[in-house]
């Protein structure tokens, strides 16, 4: 974002990590790791948008769930509006829960099939003592109307609603606590298509109206690049690269990263895009290759891709990149967060 590096930034990650422990035996004892969140550092900005993206299994999903405290992270550090997620505790984090709220990807799921929808945004508020009595339920109804709905659907429960519904459900409910930051899990991902539009413009009438933050996860690059002002690109637990989203679409640097938009759709049949086509499988997070994780697809890799894990470093023009053509390491003696860049064909 413009500027954006002369504010402060709302949330920090910092070489967050999570280990899923892998157990056999009669006694479970730990024989490995499945490594789903491998040193991830990333910053976002009050009222901007940071997509993670990737294929499936990468770790996006992981990572939203890690930094909100959903699942424990392994190691790292979360700082959010200057406060450590990990060290608060008790009342501490549960002020902050009302303040970093989540949009699961299947909205259905997420909500109790024997609640209402009304009585399930009255419980969050009451919980977080928002609001009692009379008022809980005009709150309530209120932020349903907010996000689409009509007052009287309070008094409905979740089957009588349909998949776009039912997400705009889920959302009233982050909404309701007046968050900051929200995490939006794959948000569209469960809806059909002609509904998917909708979603996403009622996120960014929410954000222009509440000032919202928002961390995107998603795989469809496409409404990644409507949504998003800078994005990161994951493969097999770690950011390989970080950009600005015009940047990132018009040249992107990581060899992965490339492949990845050379698979979206171009709407002009005229037009062609040269396709980058992986050879090979994505690796098991349980077993990762040696030096960098995407060596074994890469169509550049060089020796020493496949025995030094390139670090995430800051280039010439600002964006960040994991990789040994445009980082060569014998470069990474000098200044560890600027150096000079070279185009990775």
């Known amino acids: 974002m413009s500027g954006a590096a002369e504010r402060q930034p709302m949330l920090q990650v910092t070489n967050l990590k999570k280990y899923f422990p892998i157990k056999t035996g009669v006694f479970s004892r730990t024989t490995g790791y499945v490594k789903a969140v491998d040193d991830v550092s990333f910053e976002i900005y009050p009222g901007e948008t940071f997509a ?18 959903l699942q424990n992270a392994t190691a790292g550090q979360v700082i959010f509006k200057g406060e450590d997620v990990y060290a608060a505790s008790g009342d501490r984090m549960r002020a902050l829960r009302k303040d970093m709220q989540i949009v699961f990807q299947d909205p259905y799921s997420a909500l109790n099939p024997r609640m209402t929808i009304g009585a399930a945004i009255r419980e969050i508020m009451r919980v977080h003592g928002i609001a009692t009595g009379n008022e809980l339920h005009d709150k309530a109804e209120q932020v ?129 895009r040269e396709r980058v086509i992986l050879k090979g499988d994505v690796p098991s997070p349980a077993n990762p290759p040696s030096g960098c994780p995407f060596h074994t697809r890469c169509p550049y890799a060089m020796d020493v891709c496949r025995s030094v894990v390139p670090q995430l470093r800051r280039t010439d023009s600002g964006r960040h990149v994991a990789c040994h053509l445009i980082h060569p390491p014998e470069q990474h003696n000098g200044d560890p967060t600027t150096v000079e860049t070279r185009n990775a064909h």
């Open 52 to 69: 993670l993206v990737g294929e499936s299994g990468c770790g996006k999903s992981t990572t939203g769930r890690t930094i909100l405290r």
């Open 144 to 272: 349903l109307e907010t996000c689409g709905l009509q007052r009287h659907h309070a008094s409905r429960y979740p089957h009588e609603f349909s998949g776009g519904q039912r997400q705009r459900v889920v959302i009233a409910r982050a909404l309701a606590l007046d968050p900051s930051l929200i995490v939006a899990d794959e948000p569209i991902s469960a809806l059909d298509v002609s509904i998917q539009s909708q979603i996403i413009n009622l996120l960014e009438d929410l954000q222009d109206e509440f000032d919202l933050t928002f961390l995107f996860i998603s795989h469809d690059l496409s409404v990644v690049k409507h949504m998003a002002e800078r994005v990161g690109v994951m493969y097999l637990g770690k950011l390989v690269e970080v950009a600005g989203k015009r940047e990132l679409y018009d040249s992107p640097l990581h060899p992965y990263s490339q492949a990845l938009l050379s698979a979206i759709p171009v709407s002009d049949p005229t037009r062609r």
